[in-house]
C-alpha cells in the first residue's frame, strides 16, 4: 500500500500553465504505474494520464493530449502532471492513483489514491 498526496492546484484563467504533484510514501514507489484521474461536478471520474513504473511509456486522454505531460521522479517518490493551455472543461478535482498491477488507464486497477487537488480555469 502507498500513501498518497497531491497538491499544486489552483484557480488560474484559461491558456495558462500549473504543475501537479503527487507525493508517494508507505510503499515501494518505483514499483508502482502511476495515473491521474479527474472528476468534474456532476461527472464521472476520467482518466487523464499514466506512466508505467520505469517512466518509458506514457498515455493520455485524448482530451489533453499535448497538453498535459505526465512524469515521475523515483528518487523523490514523485510523480507530476504538467498541465499547459488549460481550458475551462480542465475545471476539476485531479486525483493521482498508484496502480501495483502495471500500466493502466482503468480507474479499477489502481490500488492506492490521493484525496485530490482543486483546479479551476477561468474563461
Known amino acids: 500500500q502507498v500513501q498518497l498526496v497531491e497538491s499544486g492546484g489552483g484557480l488560474v484563467q484559461a491558456g495558462e500553465s500549473l504543475r501537479l504533484s503527487c507525493a508517494a510514501s508507505?510503499?515501494?514507489?518505483?514499483?508502482?504505474?502511476m495515473g491521474w484521474f479527474r472528476q468534474a461536478p456532476g461527472k464521472e471520474r476520467e482518466f487523464v494520464a499514466a506512466?508505467?513504473?520505469?517512466?518509458?511509456?506514457?498515455y493520455y486522454a485524448d482530451s489533453v493530449k499535448g497538453r498535459f505531460t505526465i512524469s515521475r521522479d523515483n528518487a523523490k517518490n514523485t510523480v507530476y502532471l504538467q498541465m499547459n493551455s488549460l481550458k475551462p472543461e480542465d475545471t476539476a478535482v485531479y486525483y493521482c492513483a498508484a496502480s501495483p498491477d502495471g500500466f493502466t488507464i482503468f480507474a479499477l486497477r489502481y490500488s492506492d489514491w490521493g484525496q485530490g487537488t482543486q483546479v479551476t480555469v477561468s474563461s
Open positions: 508507505g510503499g515501494t514507489f518505483s514499483s508502482y504505474a
Open positions: 506512466i508505467s513504473w520505469g517512466d518509458r511509456n506514457t
